[in-house]
């Protein structure tokens, strides 16, 4: 239930594409759901982040669709660029026995390409 | 404006041997956590700590010591490190409010031959 399944694996887009990564989740008491992007040799960042009261959220390029009858959201990048090609990240915000901690459960991680 | 620093950024070690890895945040940041990144694995969880002086288990905790004696500091040790432990391990601090951002440091990358 503390699972949250993140596809695909690797993506490779064209520039001025749209690149699109799904994840799905069990656990009902998530309550945020962040993306963090993460360049080769260096720490993940925060990208974007969304609360299951809303069904979509959009920063510049980047927009996270929220479905939460289906448990799933995701990251839609328009007009791809090769600068994006880095690792994403989906993660929940759970808490710990009801305690006050932002403890995140991340995705596996997907590889995005953006070839020029 | 430094963050979340990390040292070292690379080690290779021996197995059985020992080492600290330290974290070091500028910016005031009540929450630490460290992470480990593995391929396909995504970041798992092996401690965190919610303050000076506590420390508790994450995902992935067997192996693992942590302590947290200053605010700013959270040191990750291997007691007796194995292959198993050869990974990227990851720094990263929050103020601890719910929806608050994590800030990571750029990783150690640690070898266990």
């Known amino acids: 239930q503390q699972q949250v399944k993140q596809s695909p694996q690797s993506l490779i887009v064209q520039k001025g594409g749209i690149s699109i990564i799904n994840c799905a989740y069990e656990n009902t008491a998530f309550d945020y759901f962040p993306w963090y992007q993460q360049f080769p040799g260096k720490g993940p960042a925060l990208l974007i982040a969304i609360r299951p009261d809303v069904s979509e959220k959009k920063e510049g390029r980047f927009t996270i669709s929220f479905n939460k009858s289906a448990k799933q959201f995701s990251l839609h990048i328009m007009d791809s660029q090769p600068g994006d090609s880095a690792t994403y990240f989906c993660a929940a915000e759970a808490l710990i026995y009801g305690g006050a901690t932002n403890k995140l459960i991340f995705g596996t991680g997907t590889l995005l390409a953006v070839q020029p | 404006n430094a963050g979340v620093t990390q040292t070292p950024k690379f080690r290779v070690l021996k197995t059985g041997q020992s080492m600290t890895l330290l974290c070091a945040q500028d910016?005031?940041?009540?929450?630490m956590y460290w992470y480990r990144q593995d391929p396909g694995m995504g970041l798992r969880l092996i401690h965190y700590s919610v303050g000076e002086g506590t420390t508790a288990k994450g995902e992935v905790p067997d192996g693992y010591n942590v302590s947290r004696l200053k605010k700013q500091n959270f040191l990750l040790g291997l007691e007796s490190a194995a292959p198993s432990q050869t990974s990227v391990y990851f720094c990263?601090?929050?103020?601890?409010?719910?929806?608050?951002?994590?800030?990571f440091g750029d990783g150690t990358r640690l070898s266990i031959l």
């Open positions: 910016m005031n940041h009540e929450y």
């Open positions: 990263a601090s929050s103020f601890g409010q719910p929806n608050q951002p994590q800030h």
